[in-house]
């Protein structure tokens, strides 16, 4: 018999048999492996709608105590992210020719990038995601410090990324740095730290992305006893 801590209600998950977990698994596998990150994008507008529930889905990660410590701005009025795209690429300009050592031009080269930022202005739609590092009481204006921001703000961003695929959208994690112009552009309170700048649309025509392989399971998973090879199962 569990416990029951106040105020908490019950819950229950559905008990898929061997076979039903791994065939979920094996198309959820084959469905997001076909995620790329997309740097050319058809200018088509997207659903507001379908904008809002991706961002209720990244809505319902996980994070520090609950706090739920990001905000995330959808941008898609034209003058606002003509004035991202130029404070982008000034700061991205400076990262290319100053900022990034040779081996990371190097590790980047494969990806063909530049400081050029066009999607900024053609994707329908940016998402870019801040992170609150603490909040402020009502009351007192007392600042609380919220916990493991980042990793709450990543959790979220992967189910973000997720639900866009879904809908059949590409999407970008675009990492200007430094970007707190951001807060800046978009006003954002001084609790808020830019954290991701992410365009959202279809893919032009004509798209193409690098030819990556993915790490296998073997390079990525370790089991703790080692999994006995020879055995049957
Ligand atoms: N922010 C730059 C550089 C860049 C850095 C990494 I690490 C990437 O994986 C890709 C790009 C840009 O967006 O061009």
């Known amino acids: 018999m569990t416990s029951h801590k106040e105020g908490h209600i019950p819950y229950q998950l559905p ?9 979920r698994l094996d198309a959820m596998y084959a469905h997001l492996d076909q ?18 529930q991706a961002v209720r889905i990244a809505g319902t990660a ?8 990001w905000t995330f701005c ?6 606002l992210r003509k ?20 081996r990371w031009l190097e590790d980047l080269a494969p990806l063909a990038t530049d400081h050029i930022k066009p999607f900024i202005e053609e994707a329908p739609a940016l ?12 009351d007192t204006g007392q600042r609380h410090p919220n916990y493991y921001v980042q990793e709450s703000c990543g959790i979220a961003v992967g189910l973000l990324l997720a639900a866009l695929h879904e809908a059949g959208l590409a999407a970008l994690t675009h990492t200007p740095s430094p970007m707190n112009f951001l807060g800046d552009l978009l006003q954002r309170p001084d609790n808020e730290r830019a954290f991701l700048n992410i365009p959202v649309g279809w893919p032009a025509n004509g798209t193409t992305v690098p030819n990556l392989s993915r790490k296998t399971l073997d390079e990525i998973c370790i089991n703790y006893p080692p999994e006995d090879k020879n055995s049957q199962n």
């Open 15 to 23: 008990r898929y048999s061997d076979e039903e977990m791994q065939g």
């Open 35 to 52: 995620r790329r990150s997309v740097r050319t994008f058809s200018s088509d507008p997207v659903p507001m709608e379908v904008l809002h």
């Open 62 to 69: 996980p994070s520090g105590a609950h706090k739920q410590p």
């Open 74 to 79: 959808i941008v898609t009025d034209p003058d």
């Open 83 to 102: 004035r991202i795209r130029a404070a982008v690429e000034e700061e991205e300009h400076r990262s290319y020719s100053e900022r990034m050592s040779e």
């Open 127 to 138: 998402i870019i995601v801040f992170r609150r590092i603490h909040e402020t009481d009502a």
